[in-house]
């Protein structure tokens, strides 16, 4: 257990230390009846090959998209996405 817990606090310092490149852009949706924000955001970052947690994502494109309040038909929704270039 002890060499596991090493071998993990390792890879972390590794990880910090040696950042990967990142790409990053602004996806542009509409919104449609039915939509959701949590199902918008998903879909895109699935899409797109984002890994980050779906609830980071979406405060920050409802901040980037001034939304205020439920999501309506017509909102336009820009999501930011990050992928780790290969």
Do not use: F
């Not at 090493?6 to 310092?13: I, K, N, R, T």
């Not at 950042?19 to 699935?46: C, E, F, I, S």
């Amino acid at each position: 257990m002890t060499i596991l817990l090493l071998a993990c606090c390792v890879w972390q310092v590794w990880e910090y230390t040696h950042p990967q490149p990142v790409d990053r852009y602004v996806v542009k949706v509409t919104a449609a009846d039915g939509d959701t924000l949590w199902h918008l955001v998903g879909d895109v970052m699935d899409r797109e090959g984002d890994r980050r947690d779906v609830r980071e994502v979406i405060h920050y494109a409802k901040k980037i998209s001034n939304l205020k309040g439920d999501l309506q038909v017509g909102d336009v929704v820009l999501i930011p996405i990050e992928v780790v270039k290969k």
